[in-house]
Each structure stands twice: as structure tokens, then as C-alpha cells.
């Protein structure tokens, strides 16, 4: 006996499938209510016809179409007197709901049809049963085309659910964040309307690394020193003698300090610290202030790093730090001139990727051939590798950063036996931007605690006491412990 849960079922009799199951049993048996579900796909479906895939192009084409979305819902809910964050939540969470009600009958269409093919091929084994059963095989296929049809019919309303949810995302994203600097804003009394509204978004624009990264085409880099001497030694916080390079990194990526950074023009001669030194460069964070040179911050906190002039922590000197102005009329083009580095402080730093500087005396880069790095008569590379292999351990992106003209690649097809890899062609700092969701799956909340984990001992201090708990080791192989042996 075949018997479907909604309630219909095949008792291998003579009867037709409109008999046994009811012409609209199929139907009705995934008929969920969607009268607001279908406004809601049809306002997506209106903004615009780009599919959402991995790319550039088609990113910006799925914020645009969310964008357009989150805008009719928003203007929907105030129209109805609801709230925007409350409704879409509740919209998010219906659809989930939907979406899981929808792969549940997709599994039991894909049983059935199964089932039904088996049995079809089972009474057309052989000839005599093909004629005796004739009528119950035309039966049995009738009713698969039904089963056929119902599961496409699915598939195509979880596309358009899996779309919705990801627009209510968009939409709760969106909303959050506005009303996180809509309470800033009041908190500091100042006067919250439209204008100001505009005036704030456009203020955090110009604050934001992503977007900075873009407009001045420069790769925001923060060198990691593991010498005795530190540029992080102007740090009134932590003891920066007593950490290793994996320990800043961890350190970095698990509590996101605020942090001085420098730019570097792709192309540029512009420099950083010691030439054989590794770093790391960020897609996001928010920039407080910045100088053409040397700013003399100094930490006195994990989110305290202070700067010595006002002026420095305007939005005007941000820019100007980063486009050189002030070198550019003095001296001539910072791209071209061999200068050095600028300061600016950025705090919740986003961390893109890892990268090593890649000096004029090591091999030279090219994307065809693979890379091999061996001790010689002058250079010894054993603590290069060394650190590589502590980094890899961590899964980020690694990066190769050419101190002759601040180019980028990514490293790949990394041998750590035979000392050697590959690299991709060069990286725009647009790049770098999307690097976190590439690999979100390694450098996320879990990532970062286990970060915090394997050097709790040495930043404990830092760590407010009400969140000690979050990162106190736990005696697993993912503490300071176990899984790197660091300490």
C-alpha cells in the first residue's frame, strides 16, 4: 500500500488516480496561505530581474533589488502604525517557517516519486504483467506526473521563500543599524531629524574602511612585529614584549581592539615598518581620526587608543592622511615618491587577511609558475615558514604584499613539506573588501573566541570582568592548551 500524509493513498485497485486521490488532492496537500507572501514576492520580483549570485556586479545587484524592498515594507508597516523591526521580524520568521514547511514536502515528493517509479518499473518487468496491470500502470505514471509537478511547484516557492528571507535580512540589517545611530545620536542630544539623519549616514561613510578603501584605491594595512621593540610599544594596556606574532593576531581577530593603521596606494612606494614583517589588512572598521605621518596614538585601553590633536579626528584629516594632501604640495606625487607611513585609528577592525612583505632580494611573483622559498647563503627561511604554518592553523586568507610597489596577491597551493606555493594575480583593494564573506566560515564569533582563548592568560587584564567568562579557557583541545601548543 502507498499512502501519501496528506491523506490520500494507493490501494492497488482499479479505480482512477480522480477516484483515489482527488482531482485537486495534490494541491491541497502544500496550499500554504500566501496572500502575503505573494505581495511580498511580487514587490522583489518588481524591483528588478538580476539573479543574486557570487560577484561583484550581481552583489550590488541584490543590494539594490533588497534595497528597493526594504524601502516598500518599510513605507507598508509605517502606513499600518506597525513597527518596522518588530513586523519584519515576525515576516522573517513566518517564511522560515514556510521555508521549512516547503523542504519537508519536497523530502515526501521525492519519496513518493521514488516509490512510484519502483513500483511502475516492477509491473513493467515483464510482458504479461505490463498487459494485466496495464490500467494501473497508466494510473500509477498519472499519478507521478502529479508527483512531478507538486515537487517543481515547491521548488520554485522555495526559491522565492529563500529570496524573501534573504530580503527581510537585508530589511533587519538595515533598520538596526539605523536605529543604533539614531540612539548615538540622541544620547549626545543632539537634535534627531531628517537632515540630521543624512548628516550622520554621510559622516559614518566617511569614516567607514570598506568605503575609504575604494574611493582612495588604498590597502588599509596594520604590521604585526614580533621583534623586541614594537611600534605597539606606546601601549599603556598590555605588556607588548611578552607577544609572540600569533599572539597579536589573536588578539586582533578575537577582541578587535582599536588599532593605529597606515594605507599604501596599490602601485605606490609608499612604506610601512621593517621590510620582512607580516600584518594584516582590513575590509571594516570605522576610522576615528588620522596625520600624514606619525599620529604618536597611545593605548591606554583595549578600545582606548587616544591621538594627540583634535583636528586629527575630523573627517577632513581622515582624507587628507590618506591622499598625502599636504606631501603632495610640499614634496610631489605620493604615489610615485618613496615616503613613509601614515597613522590613522581605527576602531572594530575587520580583519581581511594575513600578509608577509615581499622584498626585491626574494623570488620574483608570477601567477604561472610555483613559488619555492629555500634557505641560502645570506637569508634562512625557516621562521617564515614557521609563521605561515602558525597562520594557516587559523584559516585566513594569506597574502603577499610587495614592499617595491604595494601589490597584492593571494597565496594558494601552499606546501609547507616542500616550501612552496602559488600566488593569484594582483588584488585591487575593492578585493579585499569581500574577503570576510569568502570565508566568514573561519574568521567568525566561534573563531574569534578560541582566538581570545589560546592567549586569555596574557590579555586577561584587558577583558572586562561581566565577559571574562565568555573567553576563559575551558580545558579543551581548542584552548591555549591544546590545539596550537603557542605557549
Known sequence: MYKETSGFEYAGTQKTSEE??????LENSDNFSQQETDKEVGQLDGQNNNSVEEGEDDRNAADEKFGEFAKDRKKFY????????KEATFAKESALKDKENMLRYIEEYNNKIELLRAEIEQKKSNIIKRILEFLKIKDLERYLSFQKEGLERNERELSQKEELISAYEYLIEDESKMRDLMDEAQKENFLWDENKKAELIKEEERRDVAKLAEKHGVFFVH???????????NNNAIDTRELDFSDQLDILHGLEPTISVSTLHKGSKQKTFGKGSWGVFLSGGRVLGGEENDAGTVAYGLKDRRVCSKKSLTTESIENAISRRDFKKSTGDPLVKDISYNELVVENPEIAGVYVKW??????????EKIHLENGDRIIYDRWWKTLSETMKRGMPLFILNRENNTVRMMHEVDIKNRSFRVTPEYDPKNLTDMPGVYGQHMGKEEKKEAVMRVFDKIKGLVPEDERIKYTPDGTEKDSRGLYGIH
Open 20 to 25: 483515489t486521490y482527488g482531482s485537486e488532492g
Open 78 to 85: 509605517q502606513e499600518i502604525g506597525g513597527d518596522v523591526l
Open 359 to 368: 622584498d626585491t632580494e626574494m623570488p620574483s611573483l608570477n601567477e604561472k
Open 223 to 233: 604590521d604585526i612585529v614580533a621583534a623586541d621593540w614594537k611600534p605597539s610599544a
